[in-house]
């Protein structure tokens, strides 16, 4: 059973560096058929995509967030990790990892982490 | 791009509770569903428009024609209360609905 757990910082002061870090564990991180996704929900809001990274260390952003964002990979220690740059107050949410499946046209978020609550406050 | 869902539906348990989510040409596109129980995680219930991940129950159906994707719930049960989000794909960015709050009372 595949298990994803995000780890960081809970509080992080405007204008800085969040840094969150997911570990995966029961499965490969290193396969094609998957992606590594980060996906954020503001407190009483909806779900908010941020960006994924694959296999081959390919990554695709958000838009709305591309500047500030970076997404990485390390195969080695089987986690991928996440960065959002300038923060404010609006950046406060719970970020989730999850793994994408891939089949062709075909596409889901099949496994989740539990989620981290990231706080945006001096 | 955008995904449109009504925020709040009501049912009766043991009726049926259908949930929509409309987009432009979303039926040009796969469209997945997520329920989301208060304090956890979101779960995958529908992808590909209508196939259900192993362990999902029958009740779980979708459908996605025109612009509009249904997920329906028949039987609805007092444990399917739930936040629910339609999600799509367009081009290289996922889109999710603002989300469904289901109130079974």
Redesign the interface.
């Known amino acids: 059973q595949l298990h994803l757990q995000e780890s960081g910082s809970g509080l992080v002061k405007p204008s800085q560096t969040l840094s969150l870090t997911c570990s995966v564990s029961g499965g490969s991180i290193n396969t094609g058929a998957f992606s590594w996704?980060w996906?954020r929900q503001p407190p009483g809001k909806?779900?908010?995509?941020i960006g994924?990274i694959s296999h081959t260390g390919s990554t695709?952003y958000?838009?709305s967030l591309e500047s500030r964002v970076t997404i990485s990979l390390d195969t080695s220690m089987s986690q991928f990790s996440l960065k959002l740059s300038s923060v404010t107050a609006t950046d406060t949410a719970v970020y989730?990892c999850a793994r994408e499946g891939i089949v062709g046209?075909?596409?889901?978020?099949?496994y989740?982490?539990?989620?981290s609550l990231v706080t945006v406050s001096s | 791009y955008e995904l449109t869902q009504p925020p709040s539906v009501s049912v009766s348990p043991g009726q049926t509770a259908s949930i929509s989510c409309s987009g432009d040409k979303l039926g040009d596109k796969y469209a997945c569903w997520y329920q989301q129980k208060a304090g956890q995680s979101p779960v995958l219930v529908i992808f590909e428009d209508n196939k259900r991940p192993s362990g999902i129950p029958e009740r779980f159906s979708g459908s996605n024609f025109g612009n509009i994707a249904t997920l329906t719930i028949s039987g609805t049960q007092v444990l399917d209360e739930a936040d629910y989000y339609c999600q799509a794909w367009d081009r290289t960015t996922a889109i999710f609905g603002g989300g469904t709050k289901l109130t079974v009372l």
């Open positions: 996704n996906i909806g779900l908010e995509w994924y695709y958000n838009p989730y046209a075909t596409r889901y978020f099949d989740w982490g539990q989620g």
